[in-house]
């Protein structure tokens, strides 16, 4: 991995060298924002070597710097170039001869605000009253009452995640031992008119973010977490979003990886649609493996970035980590610099009006790149269930998908398609408490639908029956209650 203070060159372009946007330099005054920067990160208690990190970002973004990666720079990664998960049975004995090593570390940070919520995206009510947090939780308890050892868990957890995380799990019931829990860095946000530190009386907390999930390593790293894993007897770790309750440990990809000797492997899969914005999996013209997020695709190359025939695979953002050899990387090369994500946002996120600032932020996939020997592999489509918009939250919460005893999240036999599209008016629906209340009573049975479009307020009953692909369309402009024992198929439209 290069060292925090190395520039990645082929991936972090400038905007003045881009051949297909430009933009004016622009000049800024002779004081130094740097020691402001530093400044306020010490009084923080954020680590020197984290400082480094930034204020190397910072030096970038001084530069007019985007962190995008234009598509003259890379070219697709074919599907018949990877394994499959399909292919990997052969190493399930050997997966479950080392159980024991690997662990499931899950990434905690998120506040749910894309579906209105101010508190950890974990504690939703999401399955059978079970919050993503208590599926994950059971999910790790079965594991070590198969395989048995410590708790195969562990949570990086954010700022604002942190207590509310800590208190929730103190008052379960029936578990004996807390994961192990650390907390990731945060960035301060930056002005866009003079790259000086963001300030807001009001809230000084919206003048930090967190700098995206990219900051596992070091945090984990300097946590000392990465060193008690290691001293468990931990090799192998899962690295997941904790709203994709599909990525659990397998014991197929932990054979897989311990048999080949692989140090990072990410898993993908084919991008449909509703992949279109997500970030891809491409070759560099150096010959490494990258991932290009959205926001590192420049204006013009947009048309390429989501064409999911061309860029066919999607990063799932399950990625697996030998440790030991992130450790000896780590040791040799200090923090890894990722490839800049450069978020232009407001200071406060809820005030449209507030001061313009940008967000440094980093993927963590990203890393596939620093790794030697990294590799992909295709996971089937049920590894893969996020839940972002009260659109995934109601699939998930349906029938469509069934939770076993040992907390794994399936498809169900009974549907008619493993691709179910629902589309939510957002006007009605885009909060999760939009959910609970329109939904009051339950949710109507999925399975038989293959399409679900809803616009207009309308509640709902769980005797309703959908067939088929559905779409209705309450255009009354008052709340539309549905009867009870009724069965809806096709274009349904009420005047």
């Not at 090799?235 to 397998?250: E, F, H, M, P, R």
Request: with cysteine.
């Amino acid at each position: 991995m290069p060292t925090s203070g190395s520039h990645n060159t082929s991936s972090q372009t400038s905007i003045r060298n881009q051949q297909c946007s430009s933009a004016p330099r622009q000049e800024y005054g002779s004081d130094s924002p740097f020691t402001a920067y530093a400044k306020k990160m010490r009084g923080e208690g954020i680590p020197a070597k984290v400082i480094e990190l930034f204020t190397s970002y910072l030096s970038d973004v001084s530069e007019l710097a985007t962190g995008h990666i234009a598509e003259m720079h890379i070219s697709p990664v074919k599907q018949s170039n990877l394994n499959h998960i399909s292919e990997l049975d052969k190493y399930e004995q050997a997966g479950e001869a080392i159980a024991k090593e690997a662990v499931a570390i899950k990434l905690n940070g998120g506040l749910g605000t894309s579906m209105g919520m101010q508190f950890a995206k974990s504690l939703l009510p999401v399955k059978d009253d079970l919050s993503f947090l208590d599926i994950t939780v059971k999910q790790a308890v079965s594991w070590q009452e198969q395989y048995g050892g410590s708790l195969p868990l562990v949570l990086m957890n954010s700022y604002n995640t942190h207590s509310d995380t800590l208190s929730e799990l103190r008052h379960m019931n029936g578990l004996s031992q807390l994961p192990l829990c650390f907390i990731q860095h945060k960035f301060p946000k930056i002005r866009r008119d003079t790259l000086t530190p963001a300030e807001y009386p009001d809230n000084p907390e919206h003048e930090w973010n967190p700098p995206g999930h990219g900051d596992l390593y070091a945090s984990l790293f300097l946590s000392g977490v990465l060193d008690t894993l290691i001293r468990q007897g931990r090799k192998y770790a899962l690295v997941s979003n904790i709203d994709n309750l599909g990525a659990t440990l397998d014991m197929r990809m932990l054979g897989y990886m311990a048999e080949k000797n692989i140090p990072f492997l990410m898993e993908v899969t084919e991008r449909t649609e509703n992949d279109s914005k997500g970030g891809h999996l491409a070759k560099h013209n150096s010959g490494r493996l990258i991932l290009r997020e959205v926001s590192q695709c420049p204006e013009c190359d947009l048309e390429y970035f989501q064409d999911i025939r061309k860029h066919s695979l999607f990063n799932t953002n399950n990625i697996w980590i030998n440790l030991v050899e992130l450790k000896n990387n780590l040791k040799k090369n200090g923090l890894p610099k990722l490839p800049l994500i450069l978020n232009p946002k407001t200071v406060n996120p809820h005030d449209a009006s507030s001061t313009p600032v940008y967000q440094v932020e980093s993927a963590m996939g990203a890393a596939i790149s620093h790794f030697t020997n990294a590799q992909a592999i295709i996971t089937s489509r049920d590894r893969f269930i996020p839940v972002k918009r009260t659109d995934d939250l109601l699939k998930v919460m349906s029938d469509y998908y069934l939770l076993d005893h040992s907390g794994t999240l399936k498809l169900n036999e009974a549907n008619i398609t493993q691709n179910l599209q629902v589309s939510l008016d957002p006007r009605y629906y885009s909060k999760f408490d939009n959910i609970y209340e329109k939904f009051e009573k339950g949710i109507p049975s999925l399975a038989s639908c293959s399409k679900l479009g809803i616009t207009g307020d309308i509640v709902f009953n769980p005797s309703v029956s959908l067939l088929g692909d559905v779409t209705l369309d309450n255009r009354t402009g008052n709340t539309l209650f549905l009867p009870e024992d009724i069965t809806l198929k096709g274009a349904i439209n009420i005047k």
